[in-house]
Nanobody
């Protein structure tokens, strides 16, 4: 059984930066793909970013490219999402996810799809005002 707990979300102004953290108690954390997803009110959950088990391969959604950076610290079982130049449309609950399996890396399409993630946090609210 694993548990993910996100933190760092808060109200900010457009153009600000935020760093979200995810603390994981998932076993064999350092062998799992990790990701961030987000869900805005009235919308479906969408992929934000994912990272392979070693932190060498990263994938981003189009809206995150150039503004967001995913990283991980395996020794501490932490995953981060650095978000810069935030926009009002970034307002959402941001959730951390860990792959159900212990593959270090998968093809891009798989790492961007919610289907491979078996562990989810409850999320942290990010609100960006204009």
């Amino acid at each position: 059984q694993g548990r993910l707990v996100e933190s760092g979300g808060r109200p900010v102004q457009a153009g600000d930066s935020l760093r979200l953290s995810c603390s994981a108690t998932v076993s064999t954390f350092d062998t799992r793909i990790m990701a961030w997803f987000r869900q805005a009110p009235g919308k479906e959950r969408e992929f934000v970013a994912s990272i392979d088990c070693r932190g060498n391969v990263r994938y981003y959604s189009d809206f995150a490219k150039g503004r967001f950076t995913i990283s991980r610290a395996n020794a501490a079982k932490l995953v981060f999402l650095q978000m810069n130049t935030l926009k009002p449309e970034d307002t959402a609950v941001y959730s951390c996810a860990a792959a159900a399996g212990e593959q270090c890396e998968l093809e891009q399409a798989a790492m961007q799809h919610r289907a491979i993630y078996g562990y989810w946090g409850r999320g942290t609210q990010v609100t960006v005002s204009s």
